[in-house]
């Protein structure tokens, strides 16, 4: 958004004595520019926001939100380049030396008619009014070098106590803007910090409103929860439940076996804990790769819960759950093979490494991908004796993975070869490969091109037997 150079600029905050630390913010010279020229004029600027919360960290700002006392007409008249991107809600966005940033003028908001967006919006005359419509108190800051920084809600404090609190009363705060619930609990995951309770309270009281929010607002607030804190999850099912309903059902299934020691949810936030690998498909893929032992869980005379075909039940969920939250088709399909398969372990040997990366069709990505979430689900039990099994395969398989070819377009021979040299059809020259390909893999020795020719000759000989059987089968099926 803004340009690469920046200069470092320090202010005490406002009312700080002289030896305490001073907040530094590392301002964009694009930035620092508009600043300024709103200043000359005689209309006040801060940076507000995130970009304020995340210097008091120590953390170097993504973007920068600017807000000021001058009305859109009063920026657009002062800048050469803007563009009056959301001028009804006051912000224009200003083009400084080829960067677009955002300017808005100082609003309070009222009549969210749809528990998300304002029905009205009004300007402000000061910063204090305009912080006082945000959403938790550690984001209701604002900085300029002149005044320092304003915080008349106390957000550098909860920052500093890792405190979530909502601005002013949190049940109205909720009720306005119900996407707020899920930022509040993840920024408590972000911060591995605490909500404070009449603020949590309030979402409880305001949950039901979650229903009307987009997945696509959504999805991203729940994969960063995933990502930071799992165990947040817990804390949240009823503001998830419009999304993921499985997740209360999974809370109120218990696996009595002597492999587990929490419930199906327990289990799947500890996984999520343990997991190495952490994207989009493996966050999802972990979070759902037991939802089906919630429908298979069968228990015996001795009080022994057992949970046949929860692969398969699991990846049904999953397909459908990750469809409805218009996740990428790639990686809905990628989630679902890997929750199909997380209970699979395979023996150390070449026709295993034939099956999972041939006849499944798995790349080095997702095999990588698959024994992170088997060491996860693993980590999660209360025996581990899986482990061994899992890491003799992982063993081989790092051994083997660049000795063979993978694929049919790696051997040393091709469609050509198996025209000039068989009278096969067009099918069977294609299953000719296929199977010299799963030769190859699992005998050595047979990666000259002259071996996959003696190969392909051979197995051609028997598919060409197959058809003149058939063949002869169907002459003999005629006359009958």
Known sequence: MADTQSRKTMQKTEGQKPEQTLLEIEVPEAIERIISRLENAGYQAFLVGGCVRDSLLGLTPKDFDLTTSAKPEEVISLFERTVPTGIKHGTVTVIEDGNPVE?????????????????????????????????????????????????????????????????????????????????????????????????????????????????????????????????????????????????????????????????????????????????????????????????????????????????????????????????????????????????????????????????????????????????????????QERMETRQKFIDFYEQEKERHPWSVRDLKINGKDVAELTSLQRADRAEALREVLHQVIVQPGKDTREAQLTLLKSIARKLEGHARADAKQGRRGQRK
Do not use: C
Not at 363 to 378: E, G, M, S, T, Y
């Open 103 to 383: 300017v808005t003028t100082f609003r309070t908001e009222s009549d969210y008619a749809d528990h998300r967006h304002p029905g009205q919006v009004h300007f402000a005359s000061t910063i204090e009014e305009d912080l006082s419509r945000r959403d938790l108190t550690i984001n209701a800051m604002a900085w300029s070098e002149k005044t320092g920084l304003k915080d008349p809600f106390g957000g550098q404090t909860d920052l500093k106590n890792r405190l979530i609190r909502a601005v002013g009363d949190p049940d109205v705060r909720f009720e306005e803007d119900a996407l707020r619930m899920f930022r509040a609990y993840r920024f408590a995951a972000r911060l591995h910090g605490t909500i404070d309770p009449k603020t949590e309270q309030a979402i409880h009281h305001q949950a039901h409103l979650t229903k009307v929010l987009a997945v696509e607002r959504v999805v991203p607030e729940v994969e960063e929860i995933l990502d930071t804190d799992p165990w947040m999850i817990a804390r949240m099912l009823d503001v998830l439940h419009p999304f993921l309903p499985q997740l209360e059902a999974m809370k109120n299934t218990p696996q009595n076996t002597p492999y587990h020691y929490a419930d199906v949810l327990g289990h799947t936030l500890d996984a999520l804990k343990f997991l190495d690998i952490r994207n989009q498909t493996t966050l999802w893929a972990a979070l759902l790769h037991d939802a089906g032992k919630v429908e298979v869980r069968t228990t015996d005379e001795n009080g022994r819960d057992h949970f046949k075909h929860h692969e398969q039940a699991s990846a049904r969920i999953a397909k459908k759950v990750l469809a409805d939250l218009k996740l990428p088709v790639k990686v809905q399909k990628e989630a679902v093979r890997l929750i199909l398969d997380h209970d699979t372990f395979y023996a150390p040997r070449l026709e295993s490494l034939y099956k999972l990366r041939v006849i499944k069709g798995y790349d080095d990505r997702l095999v990588q991908w698959l024994f992170a979430l088997q060491k996860a689900d693993i980590r999660a039990h209360a025996m």
